[in-house]
């Protein structure tokens, strides 16, 4: 469906009921340069949430969407401190699991953020101040199926579809990051009388 996104002027947009309030917003930080972060979306009076879908808000064909811009540096704003971690897993081509798994830890990273701010939406920052590729162009080997990205704060998971204030997180929190990297390790059962090959490999690791 075509929806009308009222900035300085009137710009159009394609897409869907059933979509995210977060992923308009992404699209329109592709299209306008406006960050997602500071992106304040309205439609008939309703402030808009990022994890809410489109249709909750009665967005339809030729709806008009009022894009309110948040000014940095205001009293909503929180400073959060990540942590990232870099999870590297020495996948086994032959059993299919991690056969060894190890941790770097990266520098703190201190970001500007709002509460209203979904976690998810703060790893796609670390992801790009930390250069890291994005996740959809990851290569999942062959019996991975965990997530590529978790986040943590106080010792337990938080949802990548919850805000930070839902979480239980405030300014000055730590919250870490965790991007996994596989390694891939081709081992495999030696069977009697065949040699041992040393397939493994310190790159990388």
Same mark, same amino acid.
């Given at each position: 469906?075509?929806?009308?996104?009222?900035?300085?002027?009137?710009?159009?947009?394609?897409?869907?009921?059933?979509?995210?309030?977060?992923?308009?917003?992404?699209?329109?930080?592709?299209?306008?340069?406006?960050?997602?972060?500071?992106?304040?979306?309205?439609?008939?009076?309703?402030?808009?949430?990022?994890?809410?879908?489109?249709?909750?808000?009665?967005?339809?064909?030729? &709806?008009?969407?009022?894009?309110?811009?948040?000014?940095?540096?205001?009293?909503?704003?929180?400073?959060?401190?990540?942590?990232?971690?870099?999870?590297?897993?020495?996948?086994?081509?032959?059993?299919?699991? &991690?056969?060894?798994?190890?941790?770097?830890?990266?520098?703190?990273?201190?970001?500007?953020?709002?509460?209203?701010?979904? $976690?998810?939406? $703060?790893?796609?920052?670390?992801?790009?101040? +930390?250069?890291?590729?994005?996740?959809?162009?990851?290569?999942? +080997?062959?019996?991975?199926?965990?997530?590529?990205?978790?986040?943590?704060?106080?010792?337990?998971?938080?949802?990548?579809?919850?805000?930070?204030?839902?979480?239980?997180?405030?300014?000055? &929190?730590?919250?870490?990051?965790?991007?996994? $990297?596989?390694?891939?390790?081709?081992?495999?059962?030696?069977?009697?009388?065949?040699?041992?090959?040393?397939?493994?490999?310190?790159?990388?690791?």
């Amino acid at each position: 469906m075509r929806v009308l996104i009222q900035d300085e002027a009137c710009v159009a947009f394609q897409c869907k009921a059933s979509d995210t309030v977060a992923s308009l917003k992404y699209a329109i930080q592709e299209e306008l340069g406006v960050d997602a972060c500071d992106q304040c979306l309205i439609h008939a009076a309703r402030p808009m949430t990022n994890i809410h879908r489109l249709s909750m808000y009665g967005v339809g064909q030729n &709806s008009t969407i009022h894009l309110n811009r948040r000014m940095r540096g205001g009293a909503s704003d929180w400073e959060l401190i990540v942590k990232p971690r870099i999870q590297k897993d020495r996948w086994s081509d032959y059993w299919k699991e &991690s056969m060894e798994t190890k941790t770097d830890m990266e520098p703190d990273i201190h970001l500007t953020v709002q509460p209203t701010m979904t $976690v998810g939406e $703060v790893q796609k920052q670390v992801e790009k101040k +930390m250069g890291w590729l994005p996740t959809s162009k990851l290569k999942r +080997m062959e019996g991975f199926k965990d997530p590529w990205e978790s986040a943590v704060h106080k010792g337990r998971l938080v949802p990548p579809d919850k805000t930070l204030q839902d979480c239980g997180l405030a300014s000055g &929190s730590e919250l870490i990051t965790v991007r996994r $990297v596989l390694v891939p390790e081709k081992w495999k059962i030696i069977k009697e009388g065949e040699e041992e090959e040393d397939s493994s490999s310190d790159e990388d690791w």
